[in-house]
């Protein structure tokens, strides 16, 4: 079987984050599919650019869940994400990848590389919200972080997402890693940063901080959309003091722990911390009342399923059984709330409706589709 045409998108937090990793990734994609195209945006209207121009290249996004969350945007809001099969190949924090990992991605440079080039296409159920919003995994209302646990019988459970993604992404012991993965505060449009990283494409003075490598291509040029197997370093070759300088830049801005502990989850100023009580929401699901006003509930959340149903799950009390159904369409509402849509933090909104798409995008993944 030749190998498929490669557009491989960079993204700059990656780079940042794991420039190890990245280097893996591009060297066995290059030299496994000859003509691969390796693009590093600088800005988000440069990745646009360069999938609006792929072709019939295959899109593989190298990075974090945000990269993958960012690429499934811009495709479905241009109407063109049933056209394509995505890859990735997920470079970042454990809790960064959980995503990827929960989809059926492995979640290493190599192992996942190859199955860009030799895995098969899985197509995926997506929910799809009234204001152009797109989940991949879960979302949960008050916004609270989880594992990603899978519909039965999807790509996600049958390639080891749920729990057994959550052991890959945390670890043995469960414990997130340490470093720059604290969830981020949310904007009033629902753009917030998950991960408490910022905004991977530079800074808000315009200078592109995010992009280590100097937002060239390989030959030096900025935007990197035309490249057939560069190193994507501007320089032509990958520096090992570079590396080392990033390391040390790493180090020293790591959080210290005890600002950790105020900010992060369960911390007194992180997003894990505030109080989430019981709230006063009305959830409907295909027009059948499962919460309304009068009984207030402690979580609800949402998955796609399979057949172009979506998982609803709502709880009434932490321990209590909660009420499951299946639906096409679901309805939140209620006084402002705020949900977390797999690693973006939406809200405030008084009504939200999510529709589930049948197979309205398709995967890469190891294995065989039909397993």
Known sequence: MSAPDLLVVIDPGA????GESVRIARDVLCAGAPGTKVCLPERPEDAARALARRGSRRPVVVGDDRALLRTVQLLHRDRDLAACALAMVPVGPPEGIALAGALGVPTT???????????TEHPLDLLVDDSGGVVLGTLRVPPV??????????????HGGGRAARARAYGPSGRRARGNGLPGPADDEG????????DPYGTADG?????????GDADGDPGGENRTGGTGTGTGRWVPPLRGCRSLVRT???PLPLLAALTGPGGRHGAGAQDWGPQRL?????GAVLADLDRPVTQVSLAPGSGGLAEVVVRRRPSGAPLRARAHTVTVSGPDFRYRADALVGGPVRARTWRALAGAWRLTLPGDPSA
């Not at 780079?15 to 794991?18: N, S």
């Open 207 to 215: 200078d592109a901080a995010g992009a280590p490598y100097g937002g």
């Open 282 to 286: 009305r959830v409907e699901a295909d």
């Open 15 to 18: 780079r940042l984050t794991d």
């Open 109 to 119: 440079a190599v192992a996942a590389s190859r199955a860009v080039l030799y895995g």
């Open 252 to 254: 020293l801005t790591r």
């Open 145 to 158: 972080p989880g594992p990603y646990e899978g519909a039965r019988g999807s790509p996600a459970a049958q």
């Open 191 to 198: 753009d917030g940063d998950a991960y408490g990283e910022g």
